[in-house]
T-cell receptor, first 114, second 112 residues
Framework: GAGVSQTPSNKVTEKGKYVELRCDPI?????LYWYRQSLGQGPEFLIY????????DSGLPNDRFFAVRPEGSVSTLKIQRTERGDSAVYLC????????????FGPGTRLLVL | GENVEQHPSTLSVQEGDSAVIKCTYS??????FPWYKQELGKGPQLIID?????GEKKDQRIAVTLNKTAKHFSLHITETQPEDSAVYFC???????????FGIGTKLQVIP
């Protein structure tokens, strides 16, 4: 079946601009996660949704970052007033939720802020 | 919060040899330890996981061990093949359906 998909695969923007990154989880997965991976580092947790609600947003670095999942499926990560330090790969993962632990990752969106 | 240390950062082995990657974690409440393999340009893929009520788990050429007392866990790959070349991440979480804390990664190169 289809895995986690993310669009766009690459995004180049200028400092100060607004960007949206989209994640389509595996059908039926109630839990959705966003991570950020800088070059040469492991993924860092940003936010976790269970259904439509953000169960844990403790990893969001500041108020320029926001994520939504209005219908409990697709999620959008929004970054306002982008900075060069926001350049990274943004990974999305999903899991069945509840007690299911395996997180399935998408290929990521490579964001470059010039 | 949880902190996961991973070493070595790079590892080169001859094809057919074994590879071992070691990790430590800080939060004694962590009870789920997945290992991920990431190939260039792709997202991480789960290869094996272990829960805190188990000391060892094996799946073909891959095995993981967990020492809860010492807060150590390790990945062992036997009979390595060139296609095992990738970056491997250890991780820890309090119940895997919450946020996962990753190590820095180990770049494994298997030399034919």
């Amino acid at each position: 079946g289809a895995g986690v998909s993310q669009t766009p695969s690459n995004k180049v923007t200028e400092k100060g601009k607004y960007v949206e990154l989209r994640c389509d989880p595996i059908s039926g997965h109630t839990a959705l996660y966003w991570y950020r991976q800088s070059l040469g580092q492991g993924p860092e947790f940003l936010i976790y949704f269970q259904g439509t609600g953000a169960a844990d947003d403790s990893g969001l670095p500041n108020d320029r970052f926001f994520a939504v999942r209005p219908e409990g499926s697709v999620s959008t990560l929004k970054i306002q007033r982008t900075e060069r330090g926001d350049s990274a790969v943004y990974l999305c993962a999903s899991s069945l939720g509840l007690a299911e632990e395996t997180q399935y990752f998408g290929p990521g969106t490579r964001l470059l802020v010039l | 919060g949880e902190n996961v240390e991973q070493h070595p950062s790079t590892l080169s082995v001859q094809e057919g040899d074994s590879a071992v990657i070691k990790c430590t974690y800080s939060d004694s409440a962590s009870n789920y330890f997945p290992w991920y393999k990431q190939e260039l340009g792709k997202g991480p893929q789960l290869i094996i996981d272990i829960r805190s009520n188990v000391g060892e788990k094996k799946d073909q050429r891959i095995a993981v061990t967990l020492n809860k007392t010492a807060k150590h866990f390790s990945l062992h790959i036997t009979e390595t093949q060139p296609e095992d070349s990738a970056v491997y991440f250890c991780a820890a979480s309090i119940g895997g359906y919450q946020k996962v804390t990753f190590g820095i990664g180990t770049k494994l190169q298997v030399i034919p």
